[in-house]
């Protein structure tokens, strides 16, 4: 057995630490079962017990967290692309370039959260109306 810190000191066999991180990933179980040697039946008891499902819990934790990080620091050459591409010499790409920057900000509400509604295509023609753009 080996010794799994991150899920309160408990202690997980070779094979559920193998199938942890399919699990955590999105494996099927019979996926996750067949890579570690087991039948299906036996990844569905270890999701039963809650040393396993709290260790499963850690591992998407960490993955999410892993993943928006990964997005934070993708965000501002995104912006930086997008920016750029209102400098084009295409109206059209300048256009659909400030549509895309004013739909996420009226997407922002007054904490600087996303919330879920989308907004309209006549949402941005009107910031962009209001800010004296044309629209053709």
Not at 2 to 11: I, P, R, S, Y
Not at 46 to 63: D, G, I, M, N, V
Not at 66 to 79: C, G, H, T, Y
Request: glycine share 4%.
């Amino acid at each position: 057995m080996t010794k799994n810190h991150e899920a309160d000191e408990v202690f997980l066999t070779p094979q559920q630490a193998t199938a942890l991180p399919l699990l955590a990933s999105g494996a099927k179980k019979k996926d996750a079962a067949a890579t570690v040697g087991v039948c299906p039946q036996t990844i569905s008891t270890w999701l039963q017990e809650p040393h396993f499902s709290a260790a499963l819990r850690t591992q998407r934790e960490k993955l999410v967290a892993l993943a928006s990080e990964r997005l934070r620091e993708a965000a501002d050459a995104a912006v930086y692309t997008v920016v750029k591409l209102m400098e084009s010499d295409s109206e059209a790409i300048k256009f659909r370039a400030a549509t895309y920057i004013l739909d996420r900000v009226v997407l922002l509400d007054s904490n600087g959260t996303l919330p879920n509604p989308q907004p309209s295509c006549e949402d941005s023609l009107g910031l962009l109306a209001a800010l004296g753009v044309k629209c053709s």
